[in-house]
T-cell receptor
Framework: EAGVAQSPRYKIIEKRQSVAFWCNPI?????LYWYQQILGQGPKLLIQ????????DSQLPKDRFSAERLKGVDSTLKIQPAKLEDSAVYLC????????????FGSGTQLSVL | AQSVAQPEDQVNVAEGNPLTVKCTYS??????LFWYVQYPNRGLQFLLK??????LVKGSYGFEAEFNKSQTSFHLKKPSALVSDSALYFC???????????FGGGTRLMVKP
């Protein structure tokens, strides 16, 4: 089966600019996750969707980050405006449903904010 | 709040020797425990999980992990390391099915020929 697709692979922007990342999960997977992985740290969950509804966004900085999964399939994560500390790899993952323990991860988008 | 600690930033082992990557956790209720591996420029890949049952769980690529409730640990092990096992390993925990998965900071495993 095809894996989790993410684009772009790399993105360089200046602080205060906006940026968007796209994710297409594995076909049929109801649950979609966005993680932020800062260099040298483990992934941190930003938001979790079940179909097109938000399950957990407690760690999402809502003043600048937003995410949507309108049709319950692909998803977009946006940062506006970006800060230097947002430099990280943004990982998208999916699983068959909330109760399924195995997450499948995409290769990530590496964001550099200058 | 749940948390995971991986006390070693890096583990070095010679090829053919056994390896252990340590993980301790803190969670309310029964833990759901996982190990993931990250190769350079690739996403994380699932290795194994403990939900309930036998304390020794077996996973992909010959890895296994031992759940110890009294020590709140879930150490990753392999009897004989390969150079190709060199990667970044992450331990993760959730406090129930469907709840937030929390990752540790990762341990880099270096296997030398």
């Amino acid at each position: 089966e095809a894996g989790v697709a993410q684009s772009p692979r790399y993105k360089i922007i200046e602080k205060r600019q906006s940026v968007a990342f796209w994710c297409n999960p594995i076909s049929g997977h109801a649950t979609l996750y966005w993680y932020q992985q800062i260099l040298g740290q483990g992934p941190k969950l930003l938001i979790q969707f079940q179909n097109n509804g938000v399950v957990d966004d407690s760690q999402l900085p809502k003043d600048r980050f937003s995410a949507e999964r309108l049709k319950g399939v692909d998803s977009t994560l946006k940062i506006q405006p970006a800060k230097l500390e947002d430099s990280a790899v943004y990982l998208c993952a999916s699983s068959r449903d909330r109760g399924n323990e195995k997450l499948f991860f995409g290769s990530g988008t590496q964001l550099s904010v200058l | 709040a749940q948390s995971v600690a991986q006390p070693e930033d890096q583990v070095n082992v010679a090829e053919g020797n056994p390896l252990t990557v340590k993980c301790t956790y803190s969670v309310s209720g029964n833990p759901y425990l996982f190990w993931y591996v990250q190769y350079p420029n690739r996403g994380l890949q699932f290795l194994l999980k403990y939900i309930t049952g036998d304390n020794l769980v077996k996973g992909s690529y010959g890895f296994e992990a031992e759940f110890n409730k009294s020590q709140t640990s879930f150490h990753l092990k392999k009897p004989s390391a390969l150079v190709s096992d060199s990667a970044l390993y992450f331990c993760a925990v959730r406090d129930g099915a469907g709840n937030m998965l929390t990752f540790g900071g990762g341990t880099r495993l270096m296997v030398k020929p």
